[in-house]
């Protein structure tokens, strides 16, 4: 099936889970962020600009065709591992440089 082949070329791109500064322990998301967690239960803090890149609409499009749409304070869920997004994270940092 696509859903599974795209799934595995996500987790393919990073194994493992890291504490990298990209994550955080904080019950809300400041203003301006959103949290997302990863296959593993690790928690991120997103600036809302990034929802605007492609790898993020991917991201939340396969959250929904695997979980559906986010309904009674469930947390989004990706499907990645910290590795990966750790990756995308730190990659739109660098695109975003001046």
Known sequence: MAGQRRRSLLQSKGIGSSNAGSSSSTAV???????????????????IDYLKSNIFVELF?????EFGLPA???PITLPC?????EHVVASH????KP
């Open 29 to 47: 998301a400041p203003n301006g962020h959103f949290a997302v967690y990863t296959r593993e239960g690790q928690r991120f803090v997103i600036p």
């Open 61 to 65: 499009r396969l959250f929904e065709e």
């Open 72 to 74: 009674g304070g469930r």
């Open 81 to 85: 591992d910290a590795t990966f997004l």
């Open 93 to 96: 940092k660098r695109w975003k």
